[in-house]
């Protein structure tokens, strides 16, 4: 297992420089951070100064070859816009970005796991149905569409949850306050995770069902709840793990836009600000952020078949 995991990192590798490179040649595409600085009291002279101060009149290769040799050192810049160290912004707006990935991943599996084994359990039932229906509403349903309706009922017509923001302005800045910020962005994420998964969850559940160890397990009068809980959904576990790992990296796209819609102070708001004001380092460095938390994703997962399944050997 150890020289697997070594092996993996020595190919994330040339993979992660990969992939900055096509993030680099992508962004350069969008136009220069200079035209953002365009106004009737800018002089060309000026932009001339900026682009040398920035090293923007450079050929673009030679901007990715800075750029990469200062990161091997440990510095991925300043922003363009506030000045202020890259690592610095990524490091102060991390923790919102987490604490809101990681709740909504655990809400969403705790809803997606019970209710994809009831609907494997009583499968072909009226019930089964209307999860199975309910999943598919919930994954098709665009997260901006979902928020707009939340603002609207729970803040617009209701007043009960604040619209935006991670802590009421003026207020105590408390744990009840923050769990209030958090309803609805952290609902938002969860339908569309549970919505996903349930299908997921109900179709492992199924295809352990038909096992002949598991109705072996059954006609031994075991129970319903024994066979399912210890032999069936351990088993089920692997595919699970999967869709899993797969969400993290989504987790962080979908923030992009739930954090934009309820100005929660994380990297998804960073990123679109950033975006728009064509601010390269930031951009690069939250790319690289999280091509690292795909890898890291791939990896992880892996690791856990292992541990799920001890049959499962790794060379």
Same mark, same amino acid.
């Given at each position: 297992?150890?020289?697997?995991?070594?092996?993996?990192?020595?190919? *994330?590798?040339?993979?992660?420089?990969?992939?900055?490179?096509?993030?680099? *040649?992508?962004?350069?595409?969008?136009?220069?951070? =200079?035209?953002?600085?365009?106004?009737?009291?800018?002089?060309?002279?000026?932009?001339?100064?900026?682009?040398?101060?920035?090293?923007?009149?450079?050929?673009?290769?030679?901007?990715? #070859?800075?750029?990469?040799?200062? +990161?091997?050192?440990?510095?991925?810049?300043?922003?363009?816009?506030?000045?202020?160290?890259?690592?610095?912004?990524?490091?102060?707006?991390?923790?919102?970005?987490?604490?809101?990935?990681?709740?909504?991943?655990? !809400?969403?599996?705790?809803?997606?796991?019970?209710?994809?084994?009831?609907?494997? @359990?009583?499968?072909?039932?009226?019930?089964?149905?209307?999860?199975?229906?309910?999943? $598919?509403?919930?994954?098709?349903?665009?997260? $901006?569409?979902?928020?707009?309706?939340?603002? #609207?009922?729970?803040? +617009?017509?209701?007043?009960?949850?604040?619209?935006?923001?991670?802590?009421?302005?003026?207020?105590?800045?408390?744990?009840?306050?923050?769990?209030?910020?958090?309803?609805?962005?952290?609902?938002?994420?969860? @339908?569309?995770?549970?919505?996903?998964?349930?299908?997921? +969850?109900?179709?492992?559940? =199924?295809?352990?069902?038909?096992?002949?160890? !598991?109705?072996?397990?059954?006609?031994?009068?075991?129970?319903?709840?024994?066979?399912?809980?210890?032999? *069936? =959904?351990?088993?089920?576990?692997?595919?699970?793990?999967?869709?899993?790992?797969?969400?993290?990296?989504? =987790?962080?796209?979908?923030?992009?836009?739930?954090?934009?819609?309820?100005?929660?102070?994380?990297?998804?708001? !960073?990123?679109?600000?950033?975006?728009?004001?064509?601010?390269?380092?930031?951009?690069?460095?939250?790319?690289?952020?999280?091509?690292? @938390?795909?890898?890291?994703?791939?990896?992880?997962?892996?690791? @856990?078949?292992?541990?799920?399944?001890?049959?499962?050997?790794?060379?």
């Amino acid at each position: 297992m150890i020289k697997y995991i070594i092996k993996r990192i020595l190919i *994330a590798i040339p993979v992660l420089i990969g992939i900055t490179i096509l993030d680099y *040649a992508i962004m350069s595409l969008a136009g220069s951070p =200079l035209e953002m600085m365009l106004g009737p009291k800018t002089t060309q002279a000026a932009l001339e100064a900026k682009a040398i101060q920035l090293g923007l009149d450079k050929p673009i290769y030679v901007q990715y #070859y800075v750029w990469l040799k200062n +990161v091997l050192k440990g510095n991925l810049g300043y922003s363009i816009k506030n000045y202020q160290p890259v690592s610095q912004i990524i490091r102060e707006h991390l923790g919102p970005t987490l604490l809101l990935m990681g709740t909504s991943l655990i !809400v969403g599996l705790m809803i997606a796991i019970p209710l994809g084994i009831y609907s494997a @359990v009583h499968r072909y039932t009226k019930r089964d149905y209307a999860l199975v229906t309910l999943s $598919f509403l919930g994954s098709s349903i665009p997260s $901006f569409f979902l928020s707009l309706i939340f603002i #609207y009922l729970f803040n +617009v017509k209701l007043g009960w949850l604040p619209s935006g923001g991670m802590k009421t302005t003026g207020g105590d800045g408390g744990f009840g306050d923050l769990v209030r910020h958090m309803v609805m962005p952290v609902m938002v994420l969860a @339908v569309s995770i549970a919505g996903s998964n349930i299908r997921y +969850v109900r179709g492992a559940v =199924l295809e352990i069902l038909q096992k002949d160890y !598991v109705r072996t397990a059954k006609s031994k009068g075991i129970g319903r709840f024994l066979t399912i809980n210890k032999h *069936a =959904l351990r088993n089920a576990l692997i595919p699970i793990v999967t869709v899993i790992g797969m969400h993290l990296p989504i =987790l962080f796209g979908g923030a992009v836009i739930i954090e934009q819609i309820f100005s929660w102070p994380g990297l998804g708001l !960073v990123t679109m600000n950033a975006i728009i004001g064509r601010d390269y380092p930031v951009i690069m460095g939250v790319a690289l952020l999280t091509a690292a @938390v795909v890898l890291a994703a791939n990896l992880i997962t892996d690791i @856990v078949y292992a541990l799920i399944d001890p049959t499962i050997k790794y060379h």
